[in-house]
C-alpha cells in the first residue's frame, strides 16, 4: 500500500455502503492491524460478512482482498514504531501458542523465499563475490548481525574481506575510502531500511565499486543501486526482526562459495583445526 490508497478511501467513505464504510474506517484507524487480519477476521472486527470484506477490496480496485492485504503490508513495514510493532505482534499471537505461531511463521518465511528466489541472480552473485577485488559487507541494527556472520566465514574463504562498521557518514566514509573499480559492496537491510546502509551503498556506487543487494523486495532503496538484488522474506512488523529466512539465504552463498573454492577451504581448516587443538580452542572429549 503506499499513502494513494488511504487517500483512496478517505475520498471514496461518502460514496460506499453502510458496510463498506465500516470496513474504510477501521482500515483508515487501525491500518497496522488490518494489514494481518484475514477477510474474515476484519470483517468480524466491524461486524460485516467476509464477502462483503472482498467486495470492499474490488471496490478499490483490487482483484482480492489478498491483493488489498499486501498493499496494505507493504506500506506498514517501513511505517510502524517498534511501539507498534509489538502492539501488531500481540494482536497476531492472540489465543495461540506462542512458540507455535512464531517458529510456523518463520518456516513459511523460508518456504516462500525458496520458492521465489531468483538463481541467475544467485548464480550472478555468487561469481560476483568470487571475482571482486576487495569486498564490504555492511549492516547496521539488526541486520548488523547479518554482515557479521557473512564476514565471519567469508573472510575464511577469501582474501580482503572486510566488515563495514554500523557507524555515522564520516566514519563510514573512512571505512570504505579505498573502495572502486573491481571491488564489490555487499549491503543488507530489510525494513525499516537503516540511512547508513543506502548511504553506504550511494558512496560504493559512486566510485565504481559492484553491490549485491540482500533485501526484501524490489521496492527496498537498495534495490536502486544494486547491480545484483537477492530476496529474502521478512516480517519485520514483529518488534523482534525475523532473520531466519535472510541468514538462510546467506548460508547458501557461503556453502556455494565454499564448494566454489574446495582446496583452498580444506587447507585453511586443517590449519585451523591444528591451531584450535593446540590452543585448545574447544573443549576436550573425555
Known sequence: MNDDL????????PTFSKSQ????NYILQHYEKAAYMTALKLGNAVGVSESTVVRFAIELGYEGYPQLQRSLQSHIKNK????????????RIAGEDIITGVLNQDIDKIRRTLESVNRESFDNAV??????????IQGAMSSGILASFMHYYLRLILDKVTLVGAVGTAELYQQMIHIGEGDLLIAMSFPRYAS???????????SGAQI?????SENSPLVEFAHTSLFASSDMVSFVDSLVAPMSLINALIATISAANRCRVER????LE?????????????
Open 21 to 24: 464504510k465500516l470496513i474504510g
Open 274 to 286: 591444528q591451531l584450535w587443538a593446540h590452543n585448545e580452542v574447544y573443549k576436550k572429549d573425555e
Open 127 to 136: 561469481s560476483t563475490i568470487i571475482a571482486a577485488k576487495r569486498i564490504y
Open 80 to 91: 510502524l514504531t517498534t511501539l507498534q510493532r509489538m502492539d501488531v505482534t500481540r494482536s
Open 268 to 271: 585453511t581448516f586443517g590449519k
Open 196 to 206: 547508513s546502509t543506502i548511504e553506504a551503498c550511494r558512496f560504493a556506487h559512486e
Open 212 to 216: 549485491i543487494a540482500v533485501t526484501d
Open 6 to 13: 488511504l487517500k483512496t478511501i478517505e475520498d471514496k467513505l
